[in-house]
């Protein structure tokens, strides 16, 4: 899917110099560009290594309003892509290596070249953190999930496991006992990095078994994950779960290296927001998991595009 997205790729030719440019092809990317080409704005979406975003590493998506009987991830961001192209947005795949945002236009560098800009939407995500584990990449999105709202109602009665032990392993693994018969956590630890108060629902929930001091050190499995090695740091017992699914919940990395020096982050690393979408450069805008490190959702990224668009054209117009 992704070699067929990248053979549409359109070079922008000679073109150098747009009215905004969009850092990043997921749904905030694709979203910002139908509204600010559709606003007249000249757009260029640069993709990045992931033309189309993490749902292009899915298979199934539920939950994104529109499709009455679901979508495949790949699908949805080939069209979204399609719609980005017809509203007039010109795309290309290549990596922005460097960005200065000190000076009028913005100056973007790719790997070959180097662009301007008025206004520039960063768009650019964040990536889950892997274990790490024999299996992790190969069972990715075959029973192996960073997200438990998106993928939890795929496992409804199987047995599965959570990686991790700060608030959000422990949020997801209460989450997942809604549709899970029994959730392993495992953490390497013998004790949690969560609030006391996140600790206390887990342990009163009968669904959840702990495994402390253990690490995950393969996941098996034919068509889907079938089962978990475990092993036991203290001991080097080694032990196997036959479980559906493996959630890894160990955080997010957001994609914001380039811009260090440039623009404000927040105390996770995060692009820090002053006014709506708007960072704390002006004419530099932010949308989806790049800055929100709450909601992480596709139909959340692709509205904030939509608002960082609109606040694109308020502001070129305020400028003019
Ligand atoms: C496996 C998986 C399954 C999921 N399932 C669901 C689901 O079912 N429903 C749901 O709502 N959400 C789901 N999510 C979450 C959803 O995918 C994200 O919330 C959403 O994709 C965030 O959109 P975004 O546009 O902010 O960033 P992303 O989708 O992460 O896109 C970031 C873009 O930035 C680009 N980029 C990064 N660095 C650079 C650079 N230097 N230069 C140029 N471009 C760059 C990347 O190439 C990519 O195109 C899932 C996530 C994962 C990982």
Redesign the pocket.
């Known amino acids: 899917m992704q070699a067929e997205i990248r053979s549409e790729n359109k070079k922008p030719e000679a073109k150098k110099k747009f009215d905004v440019i969009i850092?990043?092809?997921?749904?905030?990317?694709y979203t910002a560009s139908i509204y600010t080409s559709r606003a007249k704005r000249e757009t260029l979406i640069?993709?990045?290594?992931?033309?189309?975003?993490?749902?292009m590493?899915?298979t199934e998506?539920?939950?994104?309003p529109g499709f009455a009987n679901g979508i495949m991830?790949p699908e949805l961001m080939t069209t979204m892509r399609q719609q980005a192209e017809r509203m007039g947005t010109t795309i290309i795949d290549d990596?922005?290596v460097n960005v200065d945002f000190k000076h009028r236009p913005f100056k973007i560098l790719t790997y070959s070249e180097e662009y301007e800009a008025d206004a520039v939407i960063i768009?650019?995500?964040?990536t889950?953190r892997k274990i790490g584990a024999k299996g992790e990449q190969e069972f990715s999105?075959r029973g192996v999930?960073?997200?438990a709202t998106?993928?939890g109602p795929f496992f409804k009665n199987q047995e599965i496991v959570v990686a991790g032990g700060g608030d959000s392993a422990m949020e997801e693994a209460i989450f997942l006992t809604k549709f899970a018969n029994k959730v392993h956590v495992i953490h390497r630890k013998d004790t949690l990095r969560a609030s006391k108060v996140m600790q206390d629902r887990a342990f009163e929930n009968k669904k959840i078994q702990f495994h402390w001091n253990t690490v995950i050190e393969e996941i098996k499995g034919s068509q889907k994950v079938s089962q978990i090695t475990v092993k036991d740091v203290t001991t080097n017992k080694v032990d196997t779960l036959e479980v559906g699914g493996l959630f890894v919940a160990i955080g997010h990395e957001p994609?914001t290296k380039?811009f260090q020096g440039q623009i404000e982050f927040d105390a996770q690393g995060y692009i820090a927001l002053k006014n709506h979408t708007q960072t704390n450069v002006d004419g530099v805008f932010a949308a989806?998991?790049?800055h929100d490190h709450r909601y992480?959702?596709?139909?959340t990224?692709a509205a904030f595009g939509c608002m960082a668009a609109i606040d694109v054209d308020k502001y070129l117009s305020e400028r003019k």
């Open positions: 850092i990043g092809a997921g749904p905030a990317g640069i993709s990045g290594i992931l033309p189309g975003g993490q749902l590493l899915t998506v539920e939950n994104f991830g990596e922005v768009a650019t995500g964040a889950p999105a999930s960073y997200c998106c993928d994609n380039l989806g998991d790049v992480r959702q596709a139909i990224a």
